[in-house]
């Protein structure tokens, strides 16, 4: 099992940067593909972006493509995101997740067995 706790959010201007953090309890963070998720009120959960277990490999929704960046430190336990360019309508709760312990990682929020309990990005115009 991984616990998950995620850091970084705040109130921010449009055009400005965040860096989100997610540090996972256990010595087996690099079996689990990570992914980063957010949920704005009213709306679905939707996927932003994950990566494979060494994070050589990526992947982002289209809405945040050339903005946002996730990387992985497994020596620390850590995922971030990077976020640049931030917009209003990036505004939401930001979840990390880990998807099971070997598996190939999703992009579908039901994939994924450990939540953080999220941190909370606001984007002013």
């Known amino acids: 099992q991984v616990q998950l706790v995620e850091s970084g959010g705040g109130l921010v201007q449009a055009g400005g940067s965040l860096r989100l953090s997610c540090a996972a309890s256990?010595?087996?963070?690099?079996?689990?593909?990570m992914g980063w998720f957010r949920q704005a009120p009213g709306k679905e959960r939707e996927f932003v972006a994950r990566?494979?277990?060494?994070?050589?490999?990526?992947y982002y929704a289209d809405s945040v493509k050339g903005r946002f960046t996730i990387s992985r430190d497994n020596a620390k336990n850590t995922v971030y995101l990077q976020m640049n360019s931030l917009k209003p309508e990036d505004t939401a709760v930001y979840y990390c997740?880990?998807?099971?312990?070997?598996?190939?990682?999703?992009?579908?929020?039901?994939?994924?067995?450990?939540w953080g309990q999220g941190t909370q990005v606001t984007v002013s115009s």
């Open positions: 997740a880990a998807a099971p312990a070997y598996s190939s990682g999703s992009a579908y929020y039901r994939n994924y067995s450990y």
């Open positions: 256990g010595r087996t963070f690099s079996t689990y593909p």
């Open positions: 990566c494979n277990r060494s994070g050589g490999m990526t």
